[in-house]
C-alpha cells in the first residue's frame, strides 16, 4: 500500500519569498512522486514528475522538487513566490496501477 | 488533442434526480480515472479503468454511484438517486500508464438541491 502525506494545509508567504510545501510519502516499491498545480475554478495540471532519473527535478513557472529516499519525502520548492503562483498543490506518490493524491496544500501569496 | 472531455461544465439538479456525468479521455489513454472533490474531503478516487475495465471501485461511496466504460473513448459517472451531500466537483483524468502522467478535465460542478 501506498500513501502521501501533505504537511500544512495552507501556506502564506510574500511575494519574492521563498517557497517550501512539504510532502513525505510511504510506497512499498521504488515510487513515481508527481506535484500538481490547481488554478482556481480549474482542473488539475502537471507541474513536475519523478520517475527515478535524476533525484533533483525542475518543473514548469521555476518550480523543483527533490526525491529524498532516506526522508521518504519530495518537497516542491520555488525560490521567489509570485503573485500568480497562489493555487492549490497536490502531491501524489504511484505505483503500478494506482495514482494517490495527498490533501493539497493551498498556497496563498501575501504582495 | 484537446484534452480530456467532460461534460456538462455544470450540472444542477434536485435531490432525488438520477445525474450522468460524462468524460471523453484522450485518444490512447489506457487508464481512466474519476474523483471527486469537496473541501471537507479534498480529492477522492472513486474508481479507475484500464482498457476499459473496471479495476479498482473502492472509492465508489455506495451503491447510488455507478461508473461505466463503453469503449475506449467514453466513460460515465452516474449518480441514481442523487443526494445533496453528492454535490462536489467531479473530476475525470486519463493517462498512458498507471504510473504516467494523468490529464486531468476541467471538471464538473454537481450540486444537488
Known amino acids: 500500500a501506498q500513501s502521501v502525506t501533505q504537511l500544512g494545509s495552507h501556506v502564506s508567504v510574500s511575494e519574492g519569498a521563498l517557497v517550501l510545501l512539504r510532502c513525505n510519502y510511504s510506497?512499498?516499491?521504488?515510487?513515481?512522486l508527481f506535484w500538481y498545480v490547481q488554478y482556481p475554478n480549474q482542473g488539475l495540471q502537471l507541474l513536475l514528475k519523478?520517475?527515478?532519473?535524476?533525484?533533483l527535478v525542475k518543473g514548469i513557472n521555476g518550480f523543483e522538487a527533490e526525491f529524498k529516499k532516506s526522508e521518504t519525502s519530495f518537497h516542491l520548492t520555488k525560490p521567489s513566490a509570485h503573485m500568480s503562483d497562489a493555487a492549490e498543490y497536490f502531491c501524489?506518490?504511484?505505483?503500478?496501477?494506482?495514482?494517490?493524491f495527498g490533501a493539497g496544500t493551498r498556497l496563498t501569496v501575501k504582495p | 488533442d484537446a484534452g480530456v472531455i467532460q461534460s456538462p461544465r455544470h450540472e444542477v439538479t434536485e435531490m432525488g434526480q438520477e445525474v450522468t456525468l460524462r468524460c471523453k479521455p484522450i485518444?490512447?489513454?489506457?487508464?481512466l480515472f474519476w474523483y471527486r472533490q469537496t473541501m471537507m474531503r479534498g480529492l477522492e478516487l472513486l474508481i479507475y479503468?484500464?482498457?476499459?475495465?473496471?479495476?479498482?471501485d473502492s472509492g465508489m461511496p455506495e451503491d447510488r454511484f455507478s461508473a461505466k466504460m463503453p469503449n475506449a473513448s467514453f466513460s460515465t459517472l452516474k449518480i441514481q438517486p442523487s443526494e445533496p451531500r453528492d454535490s462536489a466537483v467531479y473530476f475525470c483524468?486519463?493517462?498512458?500508464?498507471?504510473?504516467?502522467?494523468?490529464?486531468f478535465g476541467q471538471g464538473t460542478r454537481l450540486t444537488v438541491v
Open positions: 483524468a486519463s493517462s498512458l500508464s498507471g504510473v504516467g502522467e494523468a490529464f
Open positions: 510506497s512499498s516499491v521504488p515510487p513515481y
Open positions: 519523478y520517475t527515478s532519473a535524476a533525484t
Open positions: 501524489v506518490v504511484s505505483d503500478q496501477d494506482d495514482m494517490r
Open positions: 485518444s490512447g489513454h489506457d487508464y
Open positions: 479503468f484500464n482498457n476499459n475495465v473496471p479495476i479498482d
